[in-house]
C-alpha cells in the first residue's frame, strides 16, 4: 500500500508569500522576483502561489498594497500627534520621507507603474485611501477650498514630499558632510515654507 505524504496546509499562506516576496525585494529588487522563488522562500510547492496570484504582476501588486496600507499608517499616526491642521501636514512630510527611507524597495515598488496593475481591487483600494489621508489633511487648513484649488494644493504638496523622497534614494540630495540635513529635515522645512506662504498668500 502506497502512503501519500500528508498535504501541506499553511495558517497564512498569503501572508506568508508576501513576506517571503519582500525579503527577496529587499535584497535585489524586482527583477530577482518569480512565484516560484516566493514558493521556495516560503516553504511551499511551487504551485502555491497560483492559489492567491495568478501573475507575478498581481502578486507585486498585492505587495504594493500592504505597502500602501503601512504607508497610509504612518501618515495618519505622524498628523494625529498635531492638532494644528498645518503641523498635521508637515509632520506627515516628515514620515513620507521617513518611510521611503526606511522601506526603500516597497516604496519604489509601490509607484512602479511597469511591475503593477493596478486595477487590481486590493491595490486600487489601498492607493486610493493613500490618497484620501493626504486629501483630509490638506483640507482640514481650509476646508472651504475651492475644489480646483485643493487638488493644486494636494498636488503640490505631494510633489514636494515625493520629490525628496526620491531624490534621497536616488541619493542625489544629502551628499556633503559639512552640511547636517537630511532629506527628511529638507522636505519639512520645504512643506512648511510651501504651506507657510500658502495660507499668508489665501492662495
Not at 492567491?52 to 498581481?58: A, I, K, L, Y
Not at 496593475?117 to 491595490?123: F, G, I, N, Q, S
Not at 492607493?127 to 489621508?133: D, F, G, I, P, V
Amino acid at each position: 500500500m502506497t502512503v501519500k505524504a500528508p498535504r501541506y496546509h499553511h495558517g497564512d499562506l498569503r501572508g506568508a508569500l508576501i513576506a517571503a516576496g519582500r525579503a527577496i525585494l529587499e535584497e535585489a529588487g524586482v527583477p530577482a522576483l518569480s512565484l516560484r522563488e516566493v514558493a521556495r522562500r516560503a516553504n511551499v510547492s511551487h504551485a502555491a502561489p497560483r492559489h492567491h496570484f495568478p501573475s507575478v504582476r498581481h502578486f507585486l501588486s498585492d505587495c504594493a498594497a500592504d505597502g500602501f496600507d503601512e504607508f497610509t499608517e504612518a501618515l495618519q499616526v505622524a498628523a494625529f500627534r498635531h492638532s494644528v491642521p498645518t503641523e498635521a501636514v508637515v509632520a506627515m512630510a516628515a514620515a513620507y520621507v521617513q518611510f521611503a527611507g526606511d522601506n526603500r524597495a516597497m516604496f519604489l515598488l509601490m509607484f512602479d507603474r511597469d511591475s503593477l496593475d493596478e486595477r487590481t481591487p486590493a491595490l486600487l483600494a489601498a492607493s486610493t485611501r493613500a490618497y484620501a489621508c493626504l486629501v483630509a489633511a490638506v483640507q482640514a487648513i481650509d476646508p472651504a477650498l475651492a475644489i480646483d484649488d485643493l487638488d493644486y494644493r494636494v498636488a503640490t504638496a505631494w510633489a514636494i514630499v515625493h520629490g525628496y523622497a526620491t531624490l534621497m534614494l536616488n541619493e542625489k540630495i544629502c551628499q556633503r558632510p559639512e552640511n547636517p540635513m537630511t532629506a527628511k529635515d529638507m522636505a519639512t522645512r520645504a512643506m512648511r515654507d510651501y504651506l507657510r506662504g500658502t495660507v499668508t498668500a489665501g492662495g
